[in-house]
C-alpha cells in the first residue's frame, strides 16, 4: 500500500478525525484524502463519515490492504482474486528488481508444487508468494524454507490446528489412526494416507550466484477455507480440521513469524524441531544420490537431515521423505 494511503488509514483507525485535520497532520490536500478514503473504501474498508469525522468501522475480510494493516512485519502485499501461480507473478516482481513483496491469491488456476507436480489451489485458500532478497550465500537458502514451514505450523496450532512438519517442509495433521513404532519393529511400509494428511507446503525457488543469493521465492501453499473434495487425495484442510478461518488474521500470523526468524537465521533449527514429526522416526529418503533409509536423528542448520543408518549417519541435503511405519 502507498504510504500515504497507510497514513490515512491509520489516523482513520484512531479516529474519528476530519478530512482537514488528516490533510495538516500528513501535509497533503483535502482532494487527496477524499481520493485515499474512496480508494480504501473501494478496497473493502467500512469508512464512517460521523458528524465528529471519518472513521475505520470494518476491515475486510482479505485482500492486499487488509493484510497489510496492522501487519508486523514490512512487506508489500499485491493480491489476485486469481493468478495462475503466485510464484510466477513473484518471478516478474524479481525480474523488476523488487524486494519484501508478498503476492497473495485466493485461487491459482496453475499452481505448482514440488517435483513440476500441480497444486490444487481453489478459491478459499491462502497461497502466496514471499520475494526476499536475503545476504546469504546460497547455501543458506534451505533455512528459509524449513522458516516458512515453522511460520506456517505456527499460525496452523493458533488456529486449533494441531499441525506437524515432515523434513523438509510439509506441514501435516496427524489423524492418530497409524500405528505406534517401536526400535524392533523390522517390517516397515510407509505412512499411509490414514496416518496423516497434507495441509500446507512450500515451494521455494531461486537466483544467486555462487557466494550470494540475489533473490528467493518462499511459495506457501495453505488449504484454508476450501473442501477437501476439491484438493488431491491425502490433502486435508483448515476448514476440515477445525472449521473456516480468518485468511486476513492467519496470513499475518504466518508473515510476521516469517519475517521473525527471518532476522534471526540460528533460530530457525531449534524452532522446526520444536514442531518435527520426523525426528526419532524410520525414513526413507528419496536423494539424487540414491535411496537413504533409517532413523532420523537430527537436522543441521540450514536444514540438512541427519539419518542414522546401519552403515553409520548420513547427512541428507535434499530429498523426497517418506515416514516408515511397522506393518
Ligand atoms: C508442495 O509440493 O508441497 C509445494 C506446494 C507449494 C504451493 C504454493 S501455493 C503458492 C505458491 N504458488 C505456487 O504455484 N506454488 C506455491
Not at 491509520?10 to 500528513?26: H, N, Q, T
Not at 474512496?38 to 475505520?56: K, Q, V
Not at 536475503?134 to 537458502?141: E, H, K, Q, S
Not at 529418503?285 to 540438512?304: M, N, Q, S
Request: one cysteine or more; aromatic letters at 4%.
Amino acid at each position: 500500500m502507498q504510504d500515504t494511503r497507510h497514513a490515512v488509514l491509520d489516523a482513520l483507525a484512531d479516529g474519528p478525525v476530519s478530512g482537514p485535520d488528516i490533510a495538516d497532520r500528513l501535509d497533503v490536500s483535502r482532494a487527496a484524502v477524499w481520493k485515499h478514503v474512496e480508494a480504501l473504501r473501494d478496497a473493502g474498508f467500512e469508512i464512517a463519515s460521523t458528524d465528529a469525522g471519518y472513521e475505520l468501522a470494518a476491515v475486510p475480510d482479505f485482500g492486499g490492504e487488509a493484510v497489510e494493516f496492522g501487519l508486523e512485519a514490512p512487506f508489500e502485499v499485491e493480491y489476485h482474486d486469481a493468478v495462475p501461480s503466485t510464484n510466477d507473478r513473484a518471478r516478474e516482481l524479481a525480474a523488476e528488481g523488487r524486494e519484501d513483496v508478498v503476492v497473495l491469491a485466493d485461487e491459482q488456476p496453475g499452481g505448482r508444487g514440488r517435483l513440476n507436480r500441480a497444486w490444487s489451489s481453489p478459491s478459499g485458500g491462502i497461497w502466496l508468494s514471499i520475494l526476499c532478497r536475503p545476504t546469504v550465500p546460497p547455501a543458506d537458502a534451505p533455512a528459509f524454507t524449513l522458516a516458512a514451514a515453522v511460520a506456517t505450523t505456527r499460525a496452523a496450532r493458533e488456529a486449533g490446528v494441531d499441525a506437524v512438519i515432515k523434513w523438509p517442509n510439509d506441514v501435516l495433521v496427524p489423524t492418530g489412526t497409524g500405528a505406534s513404532q517401536t526400535e524392533s519393529d523390522d517390517v516397515l511400509v510407509p505412512d499411509e494416507e490414514g496416518d496423516t494428511r497434507k495441509l500446507a507446503g512450500i515451494l521455494t525457488e531461486m537466483e544467486g550466484e555462487a557466494d550470494r543469493v540475489s533473490w528467493l521465492i518462499v511459495g506457501i501453499g495453505v488449504n484454508a477455507n476450501v473442501d477437501v473434495a476439491d484438493l488431491v487425495e491425502g490433502a486435508t484442510s483448515l476448514r476440515a480440521e477445525t472449521g473456516d478461518v480468518d485468511r486476513r488474521a492467519f496470513t499475518q500470523r504466518l508473515l510476521e513469524e516469517f519475517h521473525d526468524l527471518r532476522t534471526d537465521l540460528e533460530r530457525v533449527v531449534p524452532a522446526w524441531r520444536e514442531h518435527a514429526d520426523t525426528l526419532g522416526r524410520r525414513v526413507r529418503v528419496e536423494t539424487p544420490g540414491g535411496e537413504v533409509v533409517g532413523e532420523a536423528v537430527d537436522v543441521e542448520f540450514p536444514g540438512t537431515l541427519v539419518v542414522e543408518t546401519d552403515e553409520g549417519p548420513v547427512r541428507v541435503t535434499t530429498g523426497d521423505c517418506e515416514h516408515l511405519r511397522p506393518v
